[in-house]
């Protein structure tokens, strides 16, 4: 009987001894947030690549008012002309208008197209400049994560505290025992 009691008086010992170290190897893991989405807005470079994406939309869109201008032109010559001209005449003038139409279909898809991928490349310069910052302050204030608020997620993580290998070894370890 005091053998058992023994042995389990050793065993809470060794128990609490191993949840003191283990204690004492965690640390409190520390973290840092950034919003990107403020950074654009407030930085100098993040207000030039705004301004140069809102002057190619309006461009864009400078564009676009031409051809509704000619296309409400030859509507208005359809509409007003329609029972002077030769049936030859109406027929091109209808051919122009739906070459119009077509043309400013083809117009806004391309515009949205361009438009989007100037966006894409300006905002991945942008965060590829980024980048380096992030993850030099995360060094000097010895964070271990950096997330986006805006939802771009993990921006930066401190590679001590990458378990990926570790996965993979007893991942691969568990496959091979079967």
């Keep these: 009987?005091?053998?058992?009691?023994?042995?389990?008086?050793?065993?809470?010992?060794?128990?609490?001894?191993?949840?003191?170290?283990?204690?004492?190897?965690?640390?409190?893991m520390k973290v840092g947030i950034?919003?990107?989405?403020?950074?654009?807005?407030?930085?100098?470079?993040g207000k030039r690549v705004t301004a140069q994406l809102e002057a190619k939309n309006k461009t864009l869109?400078?564009?676009?008012?031409?051809?509704?201008d000619k296309i409400r032109d030859l509507e208005t010559r359809l509409n007003t002309q329609r029972l002077t001209l030769?049936?030859?005449?109406?027929?091109n003038l209808m051919?122009?208008?739906d070459k119009q139409r077509t043309e400013r279909t083809r117009f806004v898809e391309d515009s949205r197209r361009e438009?989007?991928?100037?966006?894409?490349r300006l905002f991945n310069r942008l965060q590829g400049e980024l980048r380096p910052i992030?993850?030099?302050?995360?060094?000097?204030?010895n964070l271990d994560l950096i997330f986006d608020v805006g939802g771009g997620g993990i921006i930066y993580f401190n590679p001590a505290i990458d378990l990926t290998d570790e996965v993979i070894q007893k991942y691969d370890a568990s496959k091979g025992s079967e």
């Design 1 to 28: 009987m005091e053998r058992r009691s023994t042995s389990k008086k050793i065993l809470l010992v060794l128990f609490i001894a191993g949840l003191v170290s283990f204690g004492y190897a965690q640390q409190p």
């Design 34 to 45: 950034v919003n990107a989405e403020l950074v654009l807005q407030k930085s100098q470079e």
């Design 61 to 68: 869109q400078e564009d676009l008012v031409r051809l509704d």
């Design 86 to 91: 030769s049936q030859e005449a109406l027929s």
């Design 95 to 97: 051919a122009d208008l």
């Design 115 to 120: 438009l989007n991928d100037l966006q894409i």
């Design 134 to 141: 992030i993850t030099e302050i995360g060094k000097e204030k």
